[in-house]
């Protein structure tokens, strides 16, 4: 259940119509962004299956650090902190390597679905 900001009854109706335009844009993105990471999801997987059935590790640290560096030039260019991509590929990095050393052990993972995760059932309002 999605909690609502209350906006004040004497709130300038042009601006009202502004906030709620860009929100939904800001909606349009998020379920983009998780749309993106679904299939990012289903290629590691991929590499997952390919690294267990080849014996190879389920980190590459190599690769990692060319990514991080990848993702944090990515991050300047777009005016991104490039920190905060940091942080955020980490925590991505950090869910594959969780799955293929699941796939590896030879456990189902769902795409994107950590370890004894369940659905979230509340809302964060990041607008």
Request: glycine share 6%; aromatic share 4%; hydrophobic share 45%.
């Amino acid at each position: 259940m999605a909690v609502h900001e209350e906006l004040p009854a004497d709130a300038d109706a042009a601006a009202t119509l502004q906030l709620h335009s860009i929100r939904e844009s800001i909606d349009n993105i998020d379920a983009a962004l998780i749309h993106l990471l679904a299939e990012r999801f289903k290629f590691t997987q991929q590499v997952g299956r390919l690294k267990a059935a080849h014996g190879l590790p389920a980190a590459d640290p190599a690769r990692e650090l060319m990514q991080i560096d990848r993702l944090r030039g990515l991050a300047e260019d777009a005016h991104l902190d490039p920190a905060f991509a940091e942080k955020f590929l980490n925590f991505i990095i950090a869910e594959v390597i969780h799955h293929h050393v699941r796939i590896a052990g030879g456990e189902p993972v769902a795409p994107g679905r950590s370890a004894g995760s369940a659905p979230a059932s509340s809302s964060i309002s990041a607008s």
